[in-house]
């Protein structure tokens, strides 16, 4: 079975201060790995996706990620948050079409 | 390429009543997802489709919701007879095998 843990519902960082968005999986089989972002009134949009491989994913908007199977970790960084990056943050995992998505952090961008 | 296209973006309707959502993918992805996002519950699967050919409704909450995908460019979802509790967002999304979902817009559903 998969599962997925996202540790803080909301997280608050100040402009151009680093974030950290947390992500454990839990997964029987080598998983896949997505981050997704959602901005008000919107669906989600893929921000970056881990199969295998390096375990630093590069995605969009600056964000990356890194997979760290010992920890079964998947967590989503950007060194530098703007404005614009205030949302909610979804991690999920698949590997079957069965995407298992994370209950969500919101991130609020203090100017 | 216009992305997934949900259709009505917004449905107010009286509990008893019928209501159908609509999704046309994007064009050459073959699975189609219809998900379901409110507070409680987060996001949840409720079916998804492989080449217009349904392979998992293990989702769908009761027998009162069904989806179908006629074609490749269109699918439905359907609830008969609509309640409160159903009140939501539903979204739809499209993929290749590669598994990355594009989202549409969603249509949010009021149930009175």
């Known amino acids: 079975a998969q599962s997925v843990t996202q540790l803080g519902s909301h997280v608050s960082v100040s402009e151009g201060a680093l974030v950290l968005l947390r992500c454990n999986y839990s997964?029987?089989?080598?998983?896949?790995l997505f981050w997704y972002v959602q901005y008000p009134n919107q669906g989600l949009q893929l921000l970056l996706k881990?199969?295998?491989?390096?375990?630093l994913v590069k995605g969009i908007n600056g964000f990356e990620a890194e997979f760290k199977k010992s920890e079964t970790s998947f967590h989503l960084t950007k060194p530098s948050a703007h404005m614009s990056d205030a949302a909610e943050y979804f991690c999920?995992?698949?590997?079957?079409?069965?995407?298992?998505f994370g209950t969500g952090t919101r991130l609020k961008v203090l100017a | 390429d216009a992305g997934v296209i949900q259709s009505p973006r917004h449905e107010v309707t009286e509990m008893g009543q019928e209501v159908t959502l609509r999704c046309k993918p994007i064009?050459?992805?073959?699975?189609l997802f219809w998900y379901r996002q409110t507070m409680m519950r987060g996001l949840e699967l409720l079916i998804y489709?492989?080449?217009?050919?349904?392979?998992?409704d293990s989702g769908m909450p009761e027998d009162r919701f069904s989806a179908k995908m006629p074609n490749a460019s269109f699918s439905t979802l359907k609830i008969q007879p609509s309640e409160p509790r159903d009140s939501a967002v539903y979204f739809c999304?499209?993929?290749?095998?590669?598994?990355?979902?594009?989202f549409g817009s969603g249509t949010q559903l009021s149930v009175l």
């Open positions: 489709f492989n080449n217009n050919v349904p392979i998992d």
């Open positions: 064009s050459g992805h073959d699975y």
């Open positions: 999304a499209s993929s290749t095998q590669d598994e990355k979902l594009f």
């Open positions: 999920a995992v698949s590997g079957t079409y069965k995407y298992i």
């Open positions: 881990y199969t295998t491989g390096a375990t």
């Open positions: 997964s029987s089989v080598p998983p896949y």
